[in-house]
């Protein structure tokens, strides 16, 4: 058991480089499982999801170096020749589901175990078989497991009842050698559904519309090992860019794509920060008690709700009362209650929070919930009065590489202590 404890009141100030996206890495790892050739998977970061994955892949046969000086993953999953991943390891991570598409798409065949993940609702997967269901194939869930097989993949017009990030992967993974075309309508349109394309094209699939609401898959015979870099953390990258307003600190965020992230620029500026954008770097530098805000999220290009609950800590100190309406995910707001805690006075209703600003946090011991809401804690503790202790710290590592050695080559000042262990402080003068 591993806790944060953070010494707040620290501006942050500086550089900080964005690691490779987690929501893309963990569909492009199994994506690998396509061919029977070797791929390179570069700019992968290097968090727990990642390396769960990675065994999963070993379990399954595949093999599997990776690389975390390069941050480079080297698969070949020529000897795996089964359809079934029933660990218990798979049940760790939501993600895993990608394994079914990916398999299915292999195989024709796939048997997995359930997926876990974060708590963050109820967190269905009708679209994604309803989809493999399109193309032919009969799923039964049962005794912990889901079973997917077709005789033969055939494509078919798809519509997404709800836009699904997940069920558009996973819809792709499968058809990409389906006989025909497959057409998903009502597309989730994330810069990590993009990634996976390019991807699967680099592989020598045939996808055309990836980003746009409709996207077409032409099924080929074969697909081929490659070489292939994964876009940065447009996450990542929102939660420097929140922490740096938050401490009114100034903090130039490199390796991105802005573009990716003009849904929180326009909110920062909104709220009466200074953001500059570069060709591949944001700067965000926080002038002061922030603005009031209304956030409503939603799928991409809208506010992403994996920074629903980071902004929601910003706002809790914000001048005036902020509404959020949390249009993704039933229950996103277990943060909340950590946040009262230090003294956020907040009222949450069904999918809205309205958050009264007060002048400022005070530091408190907190639970991370889930991955989001712990980089939310991190930030409330960045911004409060004394000192704040995280724990179930597990679920940061799981999608954030070094959270806290970044921040403290920022000039945060936080220890990450293991109960086991005796703790490492982490402070450093001045910045990287
Ligand atoms: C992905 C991201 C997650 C992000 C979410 C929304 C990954 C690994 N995770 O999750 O960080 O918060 O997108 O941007 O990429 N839904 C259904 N039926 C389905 C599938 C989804 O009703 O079959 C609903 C969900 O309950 C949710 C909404 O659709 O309300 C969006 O879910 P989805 O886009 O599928 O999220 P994930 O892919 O799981």
Redesign the pocket.
């Known amino acids: 058991m591993e806790k944060l404890i953070i010494r707040g009141r620290k501006k942050l100030v500086g550089r900080v480089h964005v690691s490779g996206a987690?929501?893309a890495a963990?569909?492009v790892i199994p994506a690998a499982l396509l061919t029977e050739e070797t791929c390179v998977i570069d700019n992968l970061p290097y968090i727990d999801d990642v390396l769960v994955l990675s065994e999963i892949l070993r379990q399954m046969g595949a093999q599997v170096v990776f690389e975390p000086g390069k941050r480079r993953m080297i698969i070949n999953a020529a000897n795996i020749g089964d359809y079934r991943a029933e660990f218990d390891i798979v049940r760790r991570m939501?993600?895993s589901?990608y394994l079914l598409g990916a398999l299915l798409g292999r195989f024709g065949r796939a048997e997995i175990s359930f997926p876990g993940?974060?708590e963050?609702?109820?967190?269905?997967?009708?679209?994604?078989?309803?989809g493999f269901e399109a193309l032919g194939a009969r799923l039964s869930i049962g005794h912990g497991l889901i079973k997917a097989k077709a005789d033969k993949l055939i494509g078919s017009e798809i519509y997404l009842?709800?836009?699904?990030?997940?069920?558009?992967?996973n819809i792709m993974l499968a058809a990409v050698k389906a006989e025909g075309t497959t057409t998903i309508v009502n597309a989730?349109k994330?810069p990590?559904v993009v990634d996976v394309a390019n991807f699967l094209n680099c592989m020598g699939a045939n996808i055309k519309g990836a980003g746009t609401d409709t996207i077409k898959i032409k099924g080929v015979d074969k697909l081929y090992g490659c070489e292939y870099s994964i876009i940065p953390d447009q996450?990542e990258a929102g939660t420097f860019m929140i922490a740096s307003a938050a401490t009114q600190g100034d903090v130039r965020i490199e390796g991105v794509i802005p573009k990716h992230l003009e849904a929180v620029s326009a909110k920062l500026l909104e709220m009466g920060m200074e953001v500059e954008e570069g060709d591949d770097y944001v700067r965000v530098r926080g002038t002061g008690r922030p603005r009031k805000a209304n956030v409503k999220t939603l799928?991409?290009p809208g506010f992403?709700?994996?920074l629903q609950q980071p902004i929601s800590v910003l706002l809790s100190v914000a001048e005036g009362t902020s509404i959020i309406t949390e249009n993704?995910?039933?229950a996103r707001y277990r943060h909340i209650e950590e946040i009262r805690r230090m003294g956020a006075i907040i009222k949450v209703e069904d999918r809205v929070a309205i958050i009264e600003g007060v002048d400022c946090l005070t530091g408190a011991p907190v639970v991370a919930t889930d991955?989001?809401a712990g980089a939310a804690l991190v930030i409330a503790g960045l911004m409060a009065d004394g000192v704040t202790e995280i724990t179930n710290v597990k679920h940061i590592d799981r999608g954030y590489e070094r959270l806290e050695q970044k921040l403290v080559s920022l000039g945060a000042d936080i220890e990450r202590m293991d109960t086991e262990q005796r703790g490492t402080h982490l402070s450093v003068v001045g910045n990287q």
């Open positions: 987690k929501n963990v569909a939501r993600a589901y993940g974060c963050i609702g109820a967190r269905p997967i009708d679209q994604h078989v309803k009842d709800v836009v699904s990030v997940g069920a558009t992967i989730a994330e990590h996450i799928p991409y992403p709700t994996d993704v995910w039933e991955l989001r």
